[in-house]
């Protein structure tokens, strides 16, 4: 996948990355020696880099029918094999290190990251690791990159409620606010959306509001119950935006909700062309743009799709949606009129 000259230099702002998917297979293997824990999955061992990189070809899912295999793992499945080298504060810094390093190469002025702080506190790391690395992170590539970020806390949503309520008051002297440490000023909704909709997790966003924070919440593209967990999303736990929501397109009322709330989409269309086919999926794009839904164009979790970052979504919505110039701009400053940071910030992007 090429980049073009006009995508490279657009400025750019990513609404939609989860940190521990930027875990490049270079960097886990050298944690994996550096921490001393074994490379596996299920009763697979990696024992050499080149089985690592073999294990990257993920499925979407099982389903045969979609070309999926019981011994390949799924996405969410790799995902979390990734973190299982993620272990000391330096750890953490790394990888988001690497991350926003990268970012300064494709232009990306401003970020705002997703993190799972409860996918290492589950494995017995402790919640400061993770912020720590993250926030010294945050500090430095500012300084050093010019590349700003304020990041958003997820609850996973497959695991109990209790747990991440739990989480969020664990990390939320961390947060950006009055007396906090100013590392995340959203709270999110991800993993497995199997069963487990939005309103769930109502207590635990409501009091992140109350907290100050914005609010956001994955609803799956393609997903059982999508439409409902839209719904509820809009209407029920009063999210500022939409991670993917790209479903909506099928009911006038959910659209009428995005449009007249201003709620914008985060949207990653590699993540979507993995499993959807091109003449379906990217007029999609041309729709939501002419009915008037606010959307702007992320990577989500690149390293585990295939090695495709935003650069490479921007160019696969340029050309497969037929998008102009000027358009590919108006997502641009989308994103920028979608994103939480400062007004001093935004008017540094554009
Ligand atoms: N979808 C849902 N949850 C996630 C993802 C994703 O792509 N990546 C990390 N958590
Ligand atoms: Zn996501």
Redesign the pocket.
């Known amino acids: 996948l090429e980049i073009s000259p006009f995508i490279a230099g657009l400025p750019k702002v990513e609404l939609h990355i989860?940190i521990?998917?930027t875990l490049q297979p270079a960097l886990r293997w050298k944690l994996a020696q550096r921490n001393e824990v074994p490379l596996r999955f299920k009763d697979q061992e990696y024992n050499t880099y080149e089985a690592l990189l073999e294990s990257y070809r993920v499925t979407y899912n099982h389903r045969p029918e979609l070309g999926g295999r019981k011994d390949v793992p799924t996405?969410?499945e790799a995902?979390f094999a990734g973190c299982e080298v993620l272990i000391s504060e330096e750890d953490f810094y790394e990888l988001a290190m690497d991350y926003l390093e990268r970012c300064r190469e494709m232009n990306v002025r401003y970020a705002e990251p997703?993190f799972?702080i409860q996918a290492h506190t589950r494995r017995g790391v402790p919640a400061e690791h993770v912020l720590n690395g993250y926030l010294r992170a945050q500090q430095d590539a500012a300084a050093r990159y010019g590349v700003r970020s304020n990041w958003i806390f997820?609850f996973i949503r497959d695991e109990p409620v209790e747990d991440g309520e739990a989480a969020y008051e664990t990390a939320l002297p961390w947060a950006r606010r009055p007396g906090g440490k100013g590392l995340f000023h959203a709270v999110g909704l991800?993993?497995?959306?199997y069963e487990r909709p939005p309103s769930l997790f109502a207590d635990g966003f409501a009091k992140a509001k109350r907290d100050g924070l914005h609010v956001t919440t994955?609803c799956?593209f393609g997903q059982k119950d999508t439409h409902e967990h839209i719904r509820q999303a809009i209407f029920d736990v009063g999210v500022e935006r939409i991670d993917h929501g790209l479903d909506v397109l099928d009911k006038e009322e959910l659209m009428a909700g995005l449009v007249d709330k201003g709620i914008g989409l985060t949207l990653c269309p590699h993540?979507y062309h993995r499993r959807t086919a091109t003449e379906v999926l990217f007029p999609k794009l041309r729709q939501l743009l002419d009915r008037g839904v606010k959307f702007c164009i992320n990577s989500?979790?690149p390293v585990y799709m295939h090695d495709v970052w935003i650069d490479g979504n921007m160019e696969k919505a340029y050309h497969l949606a037929g998008l102009s110039k000027t358009e590919m701009l108006q997502l641009a400053r989308n994103s920028v009129d979608m994103c939480w940071a400062d007004e001093d910030v935004k008017k540094d992007i554009y």
């Open positions: 989860h521990e998917g996405f969410l995902y997703f799972d997820c991800a993993s497995n959306a994955h799956d993540a989500d979790d």
